[in-house]
């Protein structure tokens, strides 16, 4: 299958030019792109809609050549007065043993024989709006791929030069190109807005055909393509309905057809999409999260509009067994996960993969529901398929993905500023950088990844069961010892607590105190920890077995905070890993910690062993000490 290597984004809106990368230098399957309000991602994923393989149903939804709208929309927003130029989205795309064997044979029928060498190497689709004094003067598609053939006589092979279409000869690039073009990963964008559901979902193109209408009218063939039976919405429902109103040329026609055997294969096509439906989504509703559903069947019910012209329409409805509902009548929750789980069922097929890609999931939703989706978010993302998503909110994190996350920003705008209430006149320019590229070039911008540091510094506590706990001074030792544990492929009896300080963890005694809790204090033995230690004991009574710091456990750590536990060799991994010029800061030391940890499962060498052996001794001892 060609797999799309790489995307290139120019001058598409706010981007002079943006690069995503899907498999260079990373092998998630679900890349993340981070940033504030206002900071371009979704502008990115419009572009990526606009690709050669992007969904047509989708594309229409906005500005471009699909959309029945002017193309001005796209043209960067300073430039709009008088634009010349190309607005391009391009992909790097690499070939398989499969595609190039395909080509072969391409050529093979036409007696002759492809080079297959060039092949290998990436090739570049693009597609192209040209532009001329801000008038779209035209669009194209543009594949730069090598053809060279040879006769059986041919000792050598030479560019394969295109027959004119007068010849009536068989192009050989041509038909090279729609094989790759076929199989190519296509690109589905789903924007927050299809929740919007229309009451009524009419069936054939018309004059005031709203983009949505559009959507949902391709989302019933899609169905019905799935079904692999040849059904069509405009030739066996459409047809058949103006067929009968012509051949009856009365004003009660309506009536009559109601009544009459002609409507049974249309409510038959219906069936089927209403079964098709209820067994995906509903199926689907099951398999993700992992609970019963309240709805039983969901199906699709057809009328016409009399007041627009007998235009034939059709709409969801859902049933729990007792009671029918329209489905825009229901919360938005539900229309959410029910457009999603539609939107992504018929849209997988075997013979060609897809790029999923999703602006803000379910970001108006509780944080439950955000999880959830992560979750569903593992499952489409296998096989060949990919997600490309665009978040703020720490709820849609997942630190396993983090390698393959960007962050998005624009430089018109800047949230660091106390006074800035986006009336900044720079013009816009968008870019996404490498997650951890960014946290690397500036760690001091910590508002452009807060979602992030969020995720990664929130930790619930683990109050469950009747397990002893341990109080560590911050998030960054918890995560040391929590990954050291992994490592060690021990199973401690205990929980780790994050505190926030070696002094300020009052909250979290006190409520261990409430609650008859067993638990103990883990403290640095510098300066601030054995202050803490000897306050704690005042304060609260506690004597030495309740509080300890690393000095008490090991005479070798005196003096030490748990962070000289990790010895320079993990630094040194962590400057390795994440490409640092220089020693990573306390932060990025967190930051590393937390994502090792986040992995599922924690990848070997994430420690040296070394760290692993001083930490797991903390470790035991604690789990003797509760013991």
Not at 175 to 192: A, D
Not at 401 to 421: K, P, Q, R, T
Request: net charge neutral.
């Amino acid at each position: 299958m060609p797999t799309i290597q790489k995307f290139t984004i120019e001058n598409f809106k706010g981007i002079e030019k943006v690069e995503i990368d899907l498999e260079v230098k990373t092998t998630s399957p679900v890349l993340t792109l981070i940033g504030l309000n206002e900071s371009g991602k979704t502008t990115i994923l419009e572009a990526l809609s606009h690709f050669i393989s992007g969904d047509r149903s989708v594309a229409s939804l906005f500005e471009g050549p699909n959309a029945k709208v002017p193309a001005l929309g796209l043209i960067p927003m300073h430039k709009k007065a008088a634009f010349t130029g190309e607005i391009k989205i391009s992909a790097e795309i690499l070939l398989d043993s499969t595609d190039i064997s395909d080509l072969e044979e391409i050529a093979k029928s036409q007696k002759l024989t492809i080079n297959a060498a060039p092949l290998k190497k990436t090739i570049t689709a693009t597609k192209k709006y040209i532009f001329e004094d801000s008038a779209l003067k035209e669009t194209w598609n543009n594949w730069s791929i090598s053809i060279q053939t040879k006769t059986a006589r041919s000792k050598t092979f030479s560019p394969y030069t295109r027959p004119t279409k007068e010849s009536g000869a068989v192009d050989i690039w041509l038909k090279c190109v729609n094989k790759i073009h076929q199989k190519l990963q296509q690109v589905s964008y789903f924007p927050t807005f299809l929740v919007d559901m229309p009451a009524r979902i009419y069936l054939r193109e018309h004059d005031d055909e709203t983009p949505i209408n559009r959507h949902y009218r391709f989302v019933f063939q899609d169905v019905l393509d799935s079904l692999g039976e040849g059904l069509e919405l405009s030739k066996h429902v459409c047809a058949r309905i103006e067929e009968f109103k012509k051949n009856e040329d009365t004003p009660v026609w309506w009536s009559i057809f109601i009544g009459s055997p002609d409507k049974g294969p249309i409510d038959s096509v219906f069936q089927k999409i209403s079964a098709a439906i209820t067994r995906e989504v509903l199926g689907s509703w099951q398999r993700v999260f992992q609970r019963a559903i309240s709805a039983k069947t969901i199906s699709v019910e057809w009328n016409i509009d009399t007041e627009k012209g007998d235009l034939p329409y059709a709409a969801f409805y859902v049933s729990d067994g007792e009671s029918r509902f329209a489905i825009n009548e229901r919360s938005l929750g539900f229309r959410w996960f029910f457009s999603f789980l539609l939107f992504t069922g018929f849209k997988k097929t075997k013979q060609r993969k897809t790029i999923f890609i999703f602006d803000e999931p379910a970001a108006n939703l509780h944080a439950k529901a955000q999880a959830e989706l992560l979750t569903s978010f593992a499952k489409i993302a296998s096989n060949g398929n990919k997600i490309i998503y665009s978040t703020h909110s720490h709820h849609m994190i997942n630190p396993r993905w983090l390698g393959a996350a960007y962050i998005v920003e624009n430089s018109a705008l800047d949230y660091d500023e106390e006074d800035s209430f986006g009336l900044d006149t720079k013009p816009t320019k968008i870019t996404a950088t490498p997650y951890r590229q960014f946290v690397s070039e500036f760690p001091t911008r910590s508002s452009y990844f807060q979602p992030v540091i969020e995720k990664l510094e929130y930790v619930p506590p683990e109050i469950v069961g009747s397990a002893p706990y341990l109080i560590v001074e911050g998030v960054s030792d918890y995560y040391a010892l929590r990954l050291a544990a992994k490592l060690s492929k021990k199973d401690y009896r205990f929980n780790i607590i994050p505190g926030v300080g070696s002094g300020a963890s009052g909250p979290i005694i006190s409520q261990m105190l409430g609650q008859g809790q067993k638990f103990s204090i883990l403290l640095d033995d510098d300066a601030e920890g054995r202050k803490a230690a000897s306050k704690y004991k005042d304060d609260w009574f506690f004597d030495d077995t309740v509080v300890t710091t690393l000095g008490d456990i090991d005479k070798s750590f005196a003096g030490n905070a748990m962070e000289k536990l990790l010895g320079k060799e993990t630094l040194e991994e962590i400057q390795r890993r994440q490409e640092l010029p220089g020693k990573p800061s306390k932060k990025q030391i967190g930051w590393y910690l937390a994502e090792a940890c986040g992995c599922t499962p924690v990848a070997a060498g994430s420690l040296p062993d070394v760290a692993v052996e001083r930490l797991t001794r903390v470790l035991d001892c604690f789990e003797a000490r509760f013991e």
